[in-house]
Each structure stands twice: as structure tokens, then as C-alpha cells.
């Protein structure tokens, strides 16, 4: 996968991804986000070289989930979990996650080429076109690659392709949400915590049922999502970070440099 997206994708090739580190089946990094709790505003970290980031990483579960009960005491909704990969921009040497290869040949094509991505192109203090730009050419470089090792009309790709459709529809479901609670917090004015808390839940509520009307390819996969834990602002705010803008940047790529993802990046990073 690395091979073919350095000499197909034109995407940095480095030592990441050489090695293997066994995590022995257990989380090893968890990552925070936050935002106000009546507004869709990420809060933001600041780090030397970085910049503004809107997420923060963790090694140590109790040293994260003590900064996420920090942030809870001070007002913000957060969104506080394990995450399967990281990227050090090329800085460092990236190892394979034992875990990453328990992920189909699709999911795991997306995840390194996502990666590899942050470690070619990344742009201070604009957290949401980084992701946006490695979740785009993640999914495009997946398929390419499927396509070109395992063929067009593989399972393989199959499979990739309809796991990728349910999860735009569940994306595009969300993104939608955060439309619709932005426009119920501009209504909040003179109103007490206790109405805004109120009318707040009952649209997460709607939001939530709403998913049973979308026409998932694998519907169990999202059936019991919401069970245990309702979505905040910090969850919704995730996909504007990841989703939001990768519609925008797919057309431009196969309009205007007809999918030419080497001249893509080279206008990005200029």
C-alpha cells in the first residue's frame, strides 16, 4: 500500500510503516475533542510547529480522560476515545499498529494512504482542510489501489465501496444535524440553561431516530450506535473536521486536475 501510493499517488515515502508494533490486542492512544455546549465551536490547542489544533492526543488513558473532565467542568461538551492510528508528519518513524491489520484490505489502504497524506501535505493551524485533504485522498487512493491490485470488479473493492457508501450517508446525516443545531442555538437568547438543555436533547433525539429512515447497504452496523452514549456538539464537530469539505476537493481533483492527485497536492502545499 505504501509503495503504491508513493509511485501512483505521488505521496511521501518515508520509513513509517516498516515496522510493527504489537499492541497485544489493547488501545494504546486515545484522542479528545471539545466544543462549546450551545455552540458549534471547536475548542482549540495550541503546539509549537502545529499551531491551533482541535484535538489532543493521549497515551495514558487517565491523563486524557482527567483533561476531559476538566473541560466537562468548564462548560464544554467533549468527545473523549480510542483511535487506531496516528500520524508524526514524517517527523518520526511511524510503526504498523497490530490492530490496523485486523481492518479489511480497503480500511487499511484508506488508513495508511490518510497517514501518509498528513505526512506530504499539512498546513498550520488548519486542522479541518488537513483532515479533510487525508480523508479525501485516503478514500481516493484506496480505490485506485484496490482497483489496480485486486481488480475493478473484486470482492475486495466491492467491499470497500459499500462499507465507503453507508458511511458517506451516515456522514452527510450528521453534517446535516449540525446544520440543524446551529440554527436551534441561534435561538437560545434569554432562554435558561434548563430550556437550552431541554431543547437541545429532544433534536439530538430527532437526530438519532432519524437514521432509521437512511437506506444503509448494512444497516446493523449503525442500528445500535446511540445506545449507550447520545452525540454532543465535540461528536458533531468531527465531522466537519473529516467530512465537511471532502465533496469540494473530490470534484475539484477530477475537474480541474483530472484526478491527478500529484498536481492536486502540489497546488495545496503551494
Given at each position: 500500500i505504501a509503495k503504491y501510493a508513493s509511485d501512483s499517488l505521488g505521496l511521501k515515502r518515508s520509513e513509517n510503516y516498516t515496522t510493527l508494533y504489537d499492541q497485544k490486542n489493547k488501545p494504546i492512544l486515545w484522542v479528545i475533542t471539545a466544543s462549546d455546549r450551545y455552540k458549534l465551536n471547536a475548542y482549540q490547542w495550541k503546539f509549537p510547529f502545529l499551531g491551533s489544533v482541535s484535538y489532543k492526543g493521549f497515551f495514558d488513558y487517565a491523563k486524557g480522560a482527567y483533561e476531559d473532565s476538566l473541560l466537562q467542568l468548564q462548560g464544554y461538551d467533549t468527545d473523549y476515545?480510542?483511535?487506531?492510528?496516528?500520524?508524526?508528519?514524517?517527523?518520526?518513524?511511524?510503526?504498523?499498529l497490530s490492530n490496523m491489520l485486523y481492518r479489511s484490505d480497503?480500511?487499511?489502504?484508506?488508513?495508511?494512504?490518510?497517514?501518509?497524506?498528513?505526512?506530504?501535505?499539512?498546513?498550520?493551524?488548519?486542522?479541518?482542510?488537513?483532515?479533510?485533504?487525508?480523508?479525501?485522498?485516503?478514500?481516493?487512493?484506496?480505490?485506485?489501489?484496490?482497483?489496480?491490485?485486486?481488480?475493478?470488479?473484486?470482492?475486495?473493492?466491492?467491499?470497500?465501496?459499500?462499507?465507503?457508501?453507508?458511511?458517506?450517508?451516515?456522514s452527510n446525516q450528521m453534517l446535516l444535524a449540525r446544520t440543524k443545531l446551529d440554527s436551534l442555538y441561534k435561538t437560545f437568547d434569554g432562554l435558561n440553561t434548563a430550556v437550552k438543555d431541554s431543547l437541545k436533547s429532544y433534536m439530538i433525539e430527532e437526530i438519532v431516530s432519524s437514521l432509521d429512515t437512511v437506506s444503509f447497504h448494512n444497516k446493523k452496523r449503525y442500528a445500535s450506535l446511540f445506545e449507550k452514549r447520545k452525540p454532543n456538539n465535540a461528536y458533531f464537530m468531527n465531522f466537519v473536521r473529516y467530512d465537511s469539505q471532502k465533496e469540494d476537493m473530490r470534484k475539484i481533483l477530477n475537474e480541474k486536475y483530472k484526478g491527478n492527485i500529484i498536481l492536486y497536492l502540489k497546488s495545496i502545499s503551494n
Open positions: 476515545g480510542e483511535v487506531s492510528a496516528w500520524s508524526t508528519l514524517g517527523w518520526f518513524n511511524d510503526p504498523i480497503g480500511q487499511l489502504a484508506e488508513l495508511i494512504i490518510h497517514e501518509m497524506t498528513h505526512a506530504t501535505v499539512y498546513l498550520k493551524s488548519n486542522v479541518d482542510l488537513n483532515e479533510n485533504l487525508a480523508s479525501m485522498i485516503g478514500e481516493e487512493g484506496a480505490i485506485r489501489f484496490l482497483n489496480s491490485h485486486f481488480g475493478e470488479n473484486s470482492q475486495q473493492a466491492k467491499d470497500y465501496v459499500n462499507r465507503k457508501n453507508d458511511y458517506d450517508l451516515f
